[in-house]
């Protein structure tokens, strides 16, 4: 093989769903492996709500935009096919921000080797992104406590999942907030949450106080929309919001309001909104608390597998419509 397959971003989202017209599929020669760099070979990779971000103008985020004419961002995994590095073998499996092509030359800044003996698709549902996402929120900014409530807000997502497991680990009463009653009898069960609400069929106030008699103690947002107001005020005094995601904005031109402030100050709440890039040095100590939880079988996850790299422009939009069922990864 002399050359490879990339996915460059050429324009900037204007709202509205993903289309072939922000992207250019080029050919790449195959790069020469020079001394201290490694190539991978790339086998799955990971289609995440925080790339609509990646893809904006907006310079004031948590990271920098992807500079348009390059290689769209990503993580992903893959399989170490060359190597001139003292650190990183032939076969060695990495995972890291491998981006929208199918071979990466690197000198492993940034990447970590896969420990675990799981397939792709599983370190790629739980110990990427996802799984460090959940348990940096939840464990930080949640700060759970047996016998608490917490919510979470796109339960049946490759993040809200993990959180939903880990937070019932821990002795919480769960209730997760969905789109479908497919994915609600897979929370229930399947990953043993306590309840579910289906944001487009049920009464949200109604079901909300069903299922959270006592109040909420965390929210766990990942969505936004009707359900944020709901939740927010059945918040209990002291009550933790870990802001994550904002699914339900991202393809609008200007964002729904949000919640009035006043119940924050008269119920001492924590709201607080992160991003991994601030946490990547943390990422062995984040491990080392949730890859106890995995070993002892109580983290279940399903996959959504798309193939094909160029299937990743068009499958964007299954964050929008809620068609994805589980972690979305792209078979290469």
Same mark, same amino acid.
């Given at each position: 093989?002399?050359?490879?397959?990339?996915?460059?971003?050429?324009?900037?989202?204007?709202?509205?769903?993903?289309?072939?017209?922000?992207?250019?599929?080029? +050919?790449?020669?195959?790069? @020469?492996?020079?001394?201290? +760099?490694?190539?991978?070979? +790339?086998?799955?990779?990971?289609?995440?709500?925080?790339?609509? &971000?990646?893809?904006?103008?907006?310079?004031? @985020?948590?990271?920098?935009?992807?500079?348009?004419?390059?290689?769209?961002?990503?993580?992903?995994?893959?399989?170490?096919?060359?190597?001139?590095?003292?650190?990183? =073998?032939?076969? $060695?499996?990495?995972? %890291?921000?491998?981006?929208?092509?199918?071979?990466?030359?690197?000198?492993?800044? #940034?990447?970590?080797?896969?420990?675990? *003996?799981?397939? $792709?698709?599983?370190?790629?549902?739980?110990?990427?992104?996802?799984?460090?996402?959940?348990? =940096? %929120?939840?464990?930080?900014?949640?700060?759970?406590? !047996? #016998?608490?409530?917490?919510?979470?807000?796109?339960?049946?997502? @490759?993040?809200?999942?993990?959180?939903? =497991?880990?937070?019932?680990?821990?002795?919480?009463?769960?209730?997760?907030?969905?789109?479908?009653?497919?994915?609600?009898?897979?929370?229930?069960?399947?990953?043993?949450?306590?309840? !579910?609400?289906?944001?487009?069929?049920?009464?949200?106030?109604?079901?909300?106080?069903?299922?959270?008699?006592?109040?909420?103690?965390?929210?766990? /947002?990942?969505?936004?929309?009707?359900?944020?107001?709901?939740?927010?005020?059945?918040?209990?005094?002291?009550?933790?919001?870990?802001?994550? &995601?904002?699914?339900?904005?991202?393809?609008? !031109?200007?964002?729904?309001?949000?919640?009035?402030?006043?119940?924050?100050?008269?119920?001492?709440?924590?709201?607080?909104?992160?991003?991994?890039?601030?946490?990547? %040095? /943390?990422?062995?100590?984040?491990?080392?608390?949730?890859? *106890?939880?995995?070993? =002892?079988?109580?983290?279940?996850?399903?996959?959504?597998?798309?193939?094909?790299?160029?299937?990743?422009?068009?499958?964007?939009?299954?964050?929008?419509? &809620?068609?994805?069922?589980?972690?979305?990864?792209?078979?290469?």
């Amino acid at each position: 093989m002399t050359t490879y397959t990339a996915i460059n971003l050429i324009a900037r989202p204007k709202g509205g769903p993903i289309g072939p017209e922000l992207f250019e599929v080029v +050919q790449k020669d195959m790069p @020469s492996v020079g001394e201290g +760099q490694f190539l991978i070979k +790339q086998t799955h990779m990971s289609l995440d709500p925080a790339m609509f &971000g990646w893809m904006s103008p907006d310079t004031e @985020s948590y990271i920098a935009p992807v500079e348009l004419g390059t290689v769209m961002r990503s993580s992903g995994i893959g399989e170490v096919v060359e190597s001139n590095h003292p650190d990183f =073998q032939v076969g $060695d499996r990495v995972t %890291g921000l491998l981006g929208w092509q199918e071979y990466i030359l690197t000198n492993g800044k #940034g990447l970590n080797k896969v420990k675990a *003996p799981l397939p $792709d698709e599983a370190i790629l549902s739980i110990f990427a992104l996802p799984g460090l996402t959940a348990t =940096q %929120g939840l464990f930080t900014i949640g700060k759970p406590k !047996a #016998g608490e409530t917490i919510v979470v807000s796109g339960a049946a997502g @490759s993040v809200g999942s993990i959180v939903g =497991q880990l937070a019932k680990a821990e002795g919480l009463t769960v209730v997760g907030v969905v789109g479908n009653d497919e994915k609600a009898d897979w929370i229930v069960n399947e990953l043993g949450f306590d309840g !579910a609400i289906n944001y487009k069929t049920d009464d949200l106030e109604d079901k909300l106080a069903e299922l959270t008699p006592e109040g909420i103690d965390i929210y766990f /947002e990942n969505t936004g929309g009707p359900i944020q107001h709901h939740v927010f005020a059945r918040m209990n005094t002291h009550g933790r919001i870990a802001v994550c &995601g904002m699914i339900a904005d991202y393809p609008k !031109a200007e964002p729904d309001l949000a919640p009035n402030w006043i119940p924050m100050i008269k119920k001492r709440l924590t709201v607080q909104g992160y991003a991994m890039p601030d946490h990547f %040095g /943390e990422i062995p100590q984040l491990l080392e608390k949730l890859t *106890p939880y995995v070993m =002892q079988g109580k983290i279940k996850y399903r996959s959504h597998i798309l193939e094909g790299l160029e299937s990743a422009i068009t499958g964007l939009n299954l964050f929008f419509t &809620g068609g994805n069922k589980g972690k979305l990864i792209v078979k290469l």
